[in-house]
């Protein structure tokens, strides 16, 4: 079923991750339709001095990429 993959700044407790991805499941299951013992998300910790290089270039180049960044780097 649908899995969410969340990259965010390192810095975040457990706790706030699993409010993040709770809100996220909630907000899909609502669209989707699907049950939320259905679905999965992940939240990946990423040290701000490696953002670019590890998520902005990648996704900058996704062709399946639906809300673009506004932000420069």
Do not use: F, N
């Not at 699907?34 to 062709?63: C, I, L, T």
């Amino acid at each position: 079923m649908p899995h969410i993959t969340v990259e965010l700044y390192e810095g975040r407790s457990g706790e706030e991750k699993r409010i993040i991805a709770e809100k996220l499941r909630d907000a899909l299951c609502a669209q989707t339709g699907h049950r939320a013992g259905a679905v999965s998300v992940s939240v990946v910790d990423v040290p701000k001095e490696q953002w670019k290089s590890q998520v902005y270039d990648r996704v900058k180049a996704d062709e399946s990429l639906v809300l673009e960044p506004d932000y420069e780097m």
